[in-house]
């Protein structure tokens, strides 16, 4: 799983906005906003969309500046073969 959430808090801090500043532009609660820095959900590409257009960065800019959660990563058998 992606580790959106840190590349998420790094675009707020470096517009110096608050969670509660960005949940409002969004429309969704400050503490729904706080579990997206948290990854502690998983959130709708619209929604990704429009952090996208809050930053005025495309999408792919977020996807490709996260990293991957290595504790988040579960194999996935298939037959017989282990995949990551």
């Given at each position: 799983?992606?580790?959106?959430?840190?590349?998420?808090?790094r675009y707020r801090d470096d517009h110096q906005y608050t969670?509660?500043?960005?949940?409002?532009?969004?429309?969704?609660?400050?503490?729904?906003?706080?579990?997206?820095?948290?990854?502690?959900?998983?959130?709708?590409?619209?929604?990704?969309?429009?952090?996208?257009?809050?930053?005025?960065?495309?999408?792919?800019?977020?996807?490709?500046?996260?990293?991957?959660?290595?504790?988040?990563?579960?194999?996935?058998?298939?037959?017989?073969?282990?995949?990551?």
């Amino acid at each position: 799983m992606l580790d959106i959430g840190n590349t998420l808090r790094r675009y707020r801090d470096d517009h110096q906005y608050t969670q509660q500043y960005v949940a409002n532009i969004i429309g969704i609660s400050r503490v729904a906003y706080r579990k997206w820095e948290n990854n502690d959900v998983d959130f709708a590409l619209s929604q990704l969309r429009k952090i996208a257009d809050l930053y005025e960065i495309p999408i792919h800019e977020i996807i490709l500046q996260s990293k991957f959660n290595k504790n988040q990563i579960i194999p996935i058998q298939q037959k017989g073969h282990q995949y990551y």
